[in-house]
Each structure stands twice: as C-alpha cells, then as structure tokens.
C-alpha cells in the first residue's frame, strides 16, 4: 500500500506547453506539500496545505498554480513551461502542521525540452 | 534564517565498518529533526524524527543524536552494508515554524563490499 503516490513518475515535455502533477496520500494526513529537488540534488519547498487550505507559497512563480480538491489530494499544475522548471517534484505529507514527521512520493522527474 | 549543512558531502568506506554523518543548522529553536535516506531515481524514506525534547533515537543499526544548544546532529550506521549506500537528508523545521522543512545538502554514501 503506497502511502504518498504521485503521477506521472516521468514527464518529458516541450517549452510553453502545459502539464499537471498529482498526487494522492492514503495516511489521513491533514497537511500536504510540494518540493522541488534541482539539478544539484537541493531539495526545497514550494507549496504547503492544510485542510485543503494553502499556507505557504515560497516564492514560486505564478505559472505554478496547487490545487486541493479534498485533503488527500494535491495536484501541480504548470502553465508556459520552462527550460528552468526541469527538476524533481515530490509531494508529501504530515499529520498536520504541528511538526509531525514528513512522508515523501516517489518524485516526479520532470524535463522540459 | 534557518541553514542546514552536512558534512561530508560524500563517502566511500568498505563493508562493516561503523559511520557517522553530520548535520548542522543555524537556528536551534527547532521542533524536531528527520533523516531520510534518498536512492538514485527514488523518493526520500523517513529514517529517523527526533523530537527536540530527545537526544536520541534509534532504529536497527541507525542511531541519530540531536544537539539543539550546538546546531548538531549525527547519524550513526553501525555495520554498514553495501544496501546502506545511498543519500542521507537531514532536515528540521524552520525556527518556530513547523509547517514546512528546511534540507540539508546530502551526504553520498558509498559502501563497497
């Protein structure tokens, strides 16, 4: 049973298109995250929710848009991709905010070309 | 601004010998601290969450130590194993703030047989 899944687990896709990550978590967890890990292997977060509630937006440019539809779920979607946006998303989860460990997806290794 | 660095970035040791791995950060009034390990093309699995009441914490031939007061922790891997040969994360949560996870930068461990 996969705790935190995400899908697509590879995506290869043009310059200015469009494209959606999501992401499932069956732990009855409260709160969900996206990370971004660069080509550097640098892991940092862009996006936090809880109770399907955004409360962190690290600075994350606008064609980067999270979307919860109901506590189990965070979704990434990514309009006018970039050359820049080629990375590893992962997704994860916690209890809720109160600093309860992080379970992580497997990653989505994205690469614009 | 909370920093988290570790220290080596990589290792390579033969097999059953006992390491360490260091973590350190700049802002000590953290909840917790976690460890993860990475594989290549993988997602991140949680190892260790210390709280910051503990010093300790153990599981199997993992033993992670937490020093808030010095900005410091340590992963011990006693025996290790050529299936011990992966990246190991520490992260925390910012200072005061638990909602999120600050990364360390990694160390590489190689374990040859």
């Known amino acids: 049973d996969t705790a935190v899944s995400q899908t697509p687990k590879y995506l290869v896709t043009q310059m200015g298109n469009d494209k959606s990550i999501k992401c499932e978590q069956n732990?009855?967890?409260?709160?969900m995250y996206w990370y971004k890990q660069d080509s550097k292997k640098f892991l940092k977060i862009m996006f936090s929710y809880n109770n399907k509630e955004l409360i962190i937006n690290e600075t994350v440019p606008n064609r980067f848009s999270p979307k919860s539809p109901d506590k189990a779920h965070l979704n990434l979607h990514i309009n006018s991709l970039e050359l820049g946006d080629s990375a590893v998303y992962f997704c994860?989860?916690?209890?809720?905010?109160?600093?309860?460990?992080?379970?992580f997806g497997q990653g989505t290794r994205l690469t614009v070309v | 601004k909370q920093e988290v660095t570790q220290i080596p970035a990589a290792l390579s040791v033969p097999e059953g010998e006992n390491l360490v791995l260091n973590c350190s950060f700049t802002d000590s009034a953290i909840y917790n601290l976690q460890w993860f390990r990475q594989d290549p093309g993988k997602g991140l699995t949680s190892l260790l969450l210390i709280q910051s009441s503990q010093r300790e914490q153990t599981s199997g031939r993992l033993n992670a130590s937490l020093d808030k007061s010095s900005g410091r922790s340590t992963l011990y891997i006693a025996a290790s194993q050529p299936g011990d040969s992966a990246t190991y994360l520490c992260?925390?949560?910012?200072?005061?703030?638990?909602?999120?996870?600050?990364f360390g930068t990694g160390t590489l461990l190689a374990v040859q047989p």
């Open positions: 994860a989860s916690s209890q809720d905010t109160r600093a309860y460990e992080a379970f």
């Open positions: 732990l009855g967890h409260d709160t």
């Open positions: 992260a925390v949560p910012p200072g005061g703030a638990t909602n999120k996870l600050i």
